[in-house]
């Protein structure tokens, strides 16, 4: 069984450009979230995804947004990039049913420059 | 002060001694979440819990509703456990995971 499958896997921007990331999910599984970590502040929530609808947002500016498709397929976008946009971007899938739990991809490593 | 904290920060141990890694939430959850992760950045989902105790291998987890706190034991250490090990909570309000700070765990042969 494939595992969370995040493109690309490193990725050099300069800044003010703008940025997709890609999450294709354990296959089954409906629900898609999205952390960024940097030294500084840890892990930090994003935004979530189920059935195509956000259910719930972190504390990050408008700059980013995601999207799920019907297939389960997450993009999460960052655009006017920031220096401090850097940081190991992950996404986790899960089936969301009770005592399920996540299922991590090995992340996008965002540098910019 | 952080939703969610760990202790301690940094441990080191000798291989084959037993592990605890503590994790005090402040907010009302309907689930736990450790995690481990490796140099390079993956991470694995660990445990989830909402309540009592799960067990996996060497590793053992707890958690008590009543005080908002949560254990993860190591028993018989080894130096590939070493890792990075994260507590997240799930709220119950907000339907996001929010994380701890990690505690970094290096175990010597």
């Known amino acids: 069984k494939a595992g969370v499958t995040q493109t690309p896997r490193y990725l050099i921007k300069t800044r003010g450009q703008q940025v997709t990331l890609s999450c294709s999910p354990i296959s089954g599984h409906r629900s898609v979230s999205w952390y960024q970590q940097t030294p500084g502040q840890g892990l930090q929530f994003l935004f979530e995804y189920f059935s195509e609808t956000q259910r719930n947002k972190g504390n990050f500016p408008g700059r980013f947004s995601g999207r799920q498709f019907s297939n389960s397929r997450s993009e999460m976008n960052v655009s006017t990039l920031e220096l401090g946009d850097s940081a190991l971007y992950l996404c986790a899938s899960s089936l969301e049913v009770q005592g399920q739990g996540y299922t991590f991809g090995s992340g996008t490593r965002l540098t910019v420059v | 002060k952080n939703e969610v904290e760990q202790s301690p920060q940094n441990l080191t141990a000798q291989e084959g001694e037993f592990i605890t890694i503590n994790c005090s939430y402040s907010?009302?959850?309907?689930?736990l979440h450790w995690l481990q992760q490796h140099p390079g950045g993956g991470i694995v989902s660990l445990f989830m819990?909402?309540?009592g105790k799960k067990k996996h291998g060497r590793l053992i987890a707890t958690i008590n509703i009543q005080e908002k706190h949560s254990s993860l034991h190591i028993t018989a250490s080894h130096p590939r456990d070493s890792a990075v090990y994260i507590c997240?909570?799930?709220?119950?309000?907000?339907?996001?995971?929010?994380f701890g700070a990690g505690t970094i765990l290096r175990v010597k042969s």
């Open positions: 997240a909570v799930r709220s119950i309000n907000g339907n996001k995971l929010v």
């Open positions: 907010v009302g959850i309907s689930a």
């Open positions: 819990l909402s309540s």
